[in-house]
């Protein structure tokens, strides 16, 4: 169910956002959970609601857990919907957790192939190179002396 109020703030937040007023979108973003959790008959938060407050969390250097279990718990809740993961994604970069945010920005994609932000985030990643005795760990001493030496020359 939608609350018309909590929405607003949302839109509001979002704008601020894009502004580049990280700071002012979370408090609106905190203003649509607080509303939709007073007037949402029990229902949990929109998930895109707490999705772009963990991302201005991370933004706003307020917190880095906090931001990544928001991030994850709107993506439990609604992964279906792109924007959700590229969050989850970008916070999850940011925490250096490369592995899940390669997998969370992967997963949007298969929901929207044609999403800018996703496959800007996915390229400005990389590829890894294979490693240099692939019949060891990435992690084996060997191949990360190996790969530094390599990539040193």
């Known amino acids: 169910m939608l609350v018309y109020p909590a929405e607003e703030s949302f839109q509001k ?30 229902e949990p938060p929109q998930a895109r609601y707490v999705s772009y407050y963990g991302l201005c969390l991370y933004l706003t250097n307020s917190g880095m857990h906090e931001a990544v279990r928001c991030c994850r718990s709107a993506a439990e809740r609604e992964g279906y919907r792109p924007e959700v993961c590229w969050n989850l994604g970008r916070v999850l970069l940011a925490a250096g957790k490369r592995r899940e945010a390669h997998r969370a920005l992967n997963w949007g994609l298969r929901m929207q192939p044609d999403h800018r932000g996703l ?25 990360v002396l190996l790969g530094r030496l390599i990539n040193a020359a």
């Open 119 to 143: 496959r800007l985030d996915l390229l400005r990643m990389g590829v890894r190179r294979r490693p240099c005795l692939p019949f060891l760990g990435r992690q084996n001493p060997l191949n």
């Open 13 to 42: 937040g979002f704008q601020q956002l894009e502004a580049g007023r990280p700071r002012v979108a979370l408090a609106f973003f905190n203003a649509a959970i607080e509303i939709e959790k007073r007037m949402g008959n029990g």
